[in-house]
Every structure is written in C-alpha cells, then in structure tokens.
C-alpha cells in the first residue's frame, strides 16, 4: 500500500471514531429526562447534517491528498477540528458545529486553487524543456551526415547536402567546365574541359571537410558561415589546348584583319576643319599570347577571356594621340579661324576655312598661301557676281518693259587689287569684314542692281524723272543729243561719275559755263543750259546738244543735290515700242473679210513686238524748283575740283578726272545762237 492510501486509511479510522463517540455521548444525555431526549433528537438531526457535510468535506479532501502531498496536513487539521467541534456541539449545539464546518471547507478549497497554478507552470516549463532538448538533439542527428548550415566551399553553398551528392556536384562542375573566348567584332567561341585536357585536385575531400564539422554546432553555423577555401591542383594539356585554338574559325589567318594606321584624311567639311581618323585595331591575333592567356585563365578556373582586354591583338603603329600626328594636324589647322567676310549691299559672303584649305601649300611643319589660287578664286567670284556692260530689263515709267545695254554702271570687281587685299587678309589670320575692291559699282546688289532710286531719261518724250523709292518724286522737260547731226544721247544704263559746280564746258569755238555738271557717260552729262529758253518738244531733232541732257537750272539743282557717284541714270528711247503697240492695235480694228468678198490686196500689218507694253501712266506734272544759293560743294572728295571742261570734236577726249581716259563718241557742245 502506498503512502498516500495508508494516510488516507488513517484519515477514515480517526473520524469513525469520533463520529461513535459522539452518538454514544448523546444516548446517555436522553436517559436524564424526555425533554432532554427531545432536545437531544433534534441536536441529532443537526449534528447527523454537520456529519454529512463533513462527510463531503472528507471525501474532497481525501480526493485533494491524491493529488498534493501537501494537503494531507490540512486534511489532519481538518479532523481535529472536526473532533473539537463534536465536543462543543455537546454544549452549544448544532449551529456551531455547522459553522466550523463551512469554515475549514472554504480554506481546503483556497489551498487546493494555489497549489493547482504552481502545479501547472512548472509543469509547462518542464515539457518544454525537455522538447527543447529533444528537438535540438534530433537535428543534430540530422547533420551527422549532413553538412552543416551555411557550409561554403571555394564559394559554392553546400549547406545540407550528403557528403556523396556534395561529391558528385563538384565532380559534375568540374567535368563541365567550359571557358569562353570573346574576341572583337563580335566573334567568340566556347573551350570544353575536354579540349583543354582539364583536371583538377582539391587539398580537401568532401569527407575530410565532413569529418572537420561538430553536428552539436549546428544551432551556431545557422547564424554563421562556414566557409572553406581549399588549395587546389589544376593540370591542363598545353598541346591540345594549341590544337584547339587552331580550329577555332575566328582565329584562322584567313579571316584576321590586319589593323592599320591612324592618319589625316580629306577636308571635312562637317567639322570645317582637318581631322585626325583613328586607327583600325584589325582582328590580327597574337597566337603565342593567346596561349598563353589561355593556359593561365584555365589555372584560375576563369569562366571567360576577353581577348581585347588580355592584349591577344597586333596593336597599329600610329595611333590617334600620336603626337607627330597632333602636331601635323596643327599645321593644317592654321588658318581654320581666318574668315574674310564681303559686304555686299547688306549681304555677306564668308571666305572661311572651307574655301581657303584649298589655297594652303604645305611643306614639312609649315603652311603657305598660293596666292595664283587666291586669284583664280577672285576672278571666279568676278565672273558670277560682275554686272558690268551686261544687258538688263528695265520698266519705264509708262509701263514699257526694255532691255537695255549697260554703259559706266554695274559691279565691276577690280580683280588685281581684291587678289592683293584677299591674300594679305588671309596671310594675316585675321577676321574681317568689308567690301571687295570694285572699280565699278551699282545702287543694289545682285543682277538686277539698279534698285529703286535712280533717274529715268526719255528721248521720246523728252523727259527727265527722278525715281526715289519706286514713285516718281520729280519730273521736268529737257533737250539730249541732236538727231540731225548725229548726235542722239546714247540709250543704255548708266551711274553718274561724279558731280561738278561751275565748270565750263569747251569745245572747238565756244565755252560754256554751267553751274551743275553731273557726267555719267564719260563726257556726257546732265547740266543746265542758261542758253536755252525752252525745253522739251522736238527741238532734239534739229537743235539738239552734242549728247548731253540739258535741263532748266532750277531743275539742274534739285537733281544735284540727289545724286551722287554711281547713281543710276537710264536713257531709253520709247519710239519702238510705241509703234509696235499702235501696230498690234491696228491688226486688231482691221475687220475680218467675209468668205463670199471679192479678195483684195491689203497692207501689210505691222510684224509682231517681242516685248508686251503695260499700260501707259500719266507722267506727274513738271515741278519747276528754284534753287537757293548755296556753297560749292564737291561730295566724291576723290574727285578733282573742275573749274573749265574742254569738250574737243574728236573721238577720244580726256575726262575731267584724275585719270584719263577716253570717250567712246564726240560730245562738243555748241555755241549756243542768240534767242536759243
């Protein structure tokens, strides 16, 4: 019997007893008297109620002494209390015992609850423990033929794997090792391990590293690498590796490309200047050095070989930061910042590096300028640009539109004196602007280069109009060459040579003086004729001048005072073109014969005109300007100060210029008959 069950026996005896002793007491206290008896039933009944309840009491505390050791001394004290209370129920009755009763029932059951929580932690607590352990322990059984966590050899993870699959991956990674050769233009090619006679021998074997490893330590390699570097032994077979390489297409002589040399090409016009092209590397490789690389790359079990990195190609001999070559660029790039800009009118022309490139001579580590070059460009440039004695069209002020020679007027480049300024501005590196020496220039620039300003002579009508801005602001009557003797004013496009006050006109027996001379023909001229007392009509047919264009004075003056050198001046003539029109007008009222009219011979009608007239505008009324005495003044400083011009009869005559030069047709001018 164990302990417990023995305590629990003694427990049961002890209130057997007490519980007989208390019913014999109450059996001789009814022997007394019948009332007592009475009392005594009733006191029975009580204490057989207390007695049941305690039996409860008993019987749970019996249960709690199965549990905890610790409640078998509550239990006793439970009993002797008990039996205290049988003897007080003797004299105080059964409500006491009843209370005592409940009393020790409610602190066996406090005590019962405190030891139950106590009972049930340390409970826990040991089960997990003993899990804990368990489970630790179980993994480490696992890693006693595993290898341990975070288990890295010659940086590959084999962390849980069996020591016999560990080995056959690193045999597998060996067997399959492949290096790839990637060479330029894209080429490449892949060498197995058994082209390259590969083999490799690990200082370690898998078990030996196994071996090397405490499961225990699981727990703390789960935290922490475990890596092992192992020496290793690499053996390659140099032959097979040549023969190898010899198969390889890219590497064939055949399909090599040898590099060649930087150097400096053509002109480039996109980078306006001269410019180094760099070297091509070729495809030609250097096999000793490719074995080599080979053979040293497999030794370290590298993956891939670049070619280009390894220094496996033949290298040109001049590369583009070859300093000879920087410094021959240098030369040729002397005049790369030398531009000549023509001002022409308002537009500009660049003389840059495009175009002087080409007048360079190089000798060695210098640069010249050809300057024959320099001049076959002027003369050039004279031959597209140059509107001197070239025909143009022309619109009258009444709508006809002619073609008309050109005489001293147009642009006219000066071919020798350009080539010597151009060349001395190149020479120089200089940047500049301004314009070509012409020796004859125009109102605007271009083929069409009369512009909008100039002065319009009519032989036909007679007339004289200044035309500022394209509307004619002026208008006065005059006489030009006479007709009868030969003398008609030329017809063509001119510019005024330059302007003269109070020069005499001379020629064989006279000299006349006129106050505004403006020449634009060689020696003919507009000035005003104090001669004359008319102007206009047909007095040009038989009283005309020697070719000059004779207007009133005030007239005379106005113009002076507008024009200046090159300013233009058109004589025209506008007989033709008015006959032509009168004869197209004709053909037109000439009525169209009937089919059944007898024929009859009719004029001839006027040939058909090459040139349509537009439609004739009202010349604006004469202005008559009264000039207003002013101080001479000369506004061509280049020209000379003319007090007297001679105008002789014969074919060449001197101008009253600096220079001499002659004149294409006589233009003496007579003296003027009184009353003229």
């Not at 305690?54 to 905890?68: G, P, V």
């Not at 006279?510 to 003919?524: D, H, I, Q, T």
């Not at 169209?592 to 090459?610: E, I, M, Y």
């Amino acid at each position: 019997m164990s302990e417990e069950n023995k305590i629990n026996s003694e427990e049961s005896e002890k209130n057997e007893n007490s519980e007989n002793t208390e019913i014999t007491e109450g059996a001789e206290g009814t022997e007394d008297s019948t009332e007592q008896a009475a009392n005594a039933g009733t006191e029975s009944e009580t204490e057989k109620a207390a007695e049941d309840k305690a039996d409860d009491t008993s019987s749970e505390n019996q249960q709690a002494r199965h549990e905890l050791h610790p409640r078998k001394a509550a239990g006793n004290k439970a009993a002797s209390v008990k039996q205290d209370a049988s003897a007080e129920q003797k004299t105080e009755g059964a409500d006491k015992a009843v209370s005592v009763s409940s009393e020790l029932a409610s602190e066996e059951t406090n005590t019962r609850k405190k030891i139950n929580w106590k009972r049930v932690l340390l409970a826990t607590a040991g089960v997990l423990a003993l899990a804990a352990v368990g489970g630790y322990l179980g993994v480490a059984l696992y890693y006693t033929s595993h290898f341990l966590p975070n288990t890295i050899i010659d940086g590959v993870d084999y962390s849980g794997e069996t020591v016999k699959a560990a080995d056959e991956r690193r045999i597998v990674s060996d067997n399959t090792y492949t290096l790839t050769l990637n060479g330029r233009e894209g080429t490449q090619a892949v060498l197995t391990s058994d082209s390259l006679g590969f083999n490799v021998i690990y200082s370690l074997t898998m078990d030996e590293i196994k071996a090397k490893q405490n499961a225990l330590a699981w727990g703390y390699y789960y935290f922490n690498n475990n890596n092992y570097s192992l020496d290793r032994t690499i053996s390659y077979n140099s032959a097979e590796i040549a023969s190898t390489l010899a198969s390889v297409q890219f590497l064939q002589a055949e399909n090599m490309k040898a590099p060649e040399n930087a150097y400096i090409g053509d002109y480039s016009t996109e980078a306006g200047a001269y410019v180094i092209t760099p070297e091509y590397v070729g495809t030609t490789v250097d096999m000793d050095i490719l074995l080599s690389s080979v053979e040293n790359a497999v030794s370290e079990h590298s993956p891939v070989l670049d070619l280009d990195a390894a220094g496996c190609y033949t290298e040109a001999e001049i590369k583009s930061d070859d300093e000879g070559l920087a410094e021959e660029l240098s030369v040729l790039n002397k005049y790369q910042d030398t531009v000549v800009t023509y001002d022409l009118c308002g537009e500009y022309y660049d003389i840059d590096f495009d175009i002087i490139h080409d007048w360079m001579i190089v000798s060695g580590n210098s640069v010249s300028i050809d300057r024959a070059k320099v001049q076959e460009f002027v003369e050039k440039f004279a031959e597209e640009n140059d509107t001197y004695g070239l025909d143009e069209d022309f619109t009258t002020v009444d709508g006809y539109t002619l073609t008309l020679p050109k005489g001293r007027y147009g642009w006219k480049l000066d071919i020798e004196t350009e080539t010597e300024q151009l060349y001395a501005d190149v020479v120089s590196g200089n940047q500049v602007t301004r314009e070509p020496a012409f020796s004859c220039t125009a109102a605007q620039w271009g083929k069409s280069d009369i512009g909008d300003t100039y002065i319009e002579v009519c032989l036909t009508d007679q007339k004289v109009y200044l035309i500022e801005e394209g509307k004619v602001t002026f208008e006065c009557d005059c006489v030009t060459g006479c007709v009868a003797k030969g003398n008609s004013t030329p017809i063509g496009i001119y510019g005024v040579t330059y302007k003269q006050k109070d020069a005499v006109l001379r020629g064989p027996g006279y000299a006349s003086p006129v106050k505004y001379w403006m020449p634009f023909n060689r020696g003919v001229g507009l000035h005003d004729a104090s001669w004359r007392g008319k102007f206009g009509g047909t007095i040009y047919k038989y009283s005309g001048s020697h070719g000059c264009v004779n207007i009133p004075k005030d007239a005379a003056a106005l113009l002076y005072e507008k024009v200046y050198r090159d300013f233009p001046v058109i004589v025209y003539s506008v007989e033709e073109a008015r006959a032509e029109e009168a004869a197209r007008e004709a053909a037109k009222a000439t009525p169209t014969p009937s089919p059944t009219a007898t024929a009859t011979p009719t004029a001839t009608t006027a040939p058909s005109v090459t040139v349509a007239p537009t439609e004739i505008t009202t010349p604006e009324p004469t202005i008559e300007v009264t000039p207003t005495p002013a101080a001479e003044v000369t506004e061509i400083p280049t020209e000379p100060v003319v007090t007297e011009v001679t105008v002789p009869t014969e074919a060449t005559v001197p101008e009253p210029e600096p220079t001499v030069e002659t004149i294409p047709e006589p233009v003496p001018e007579p003296v003027p008959d009184p009353g003229m």
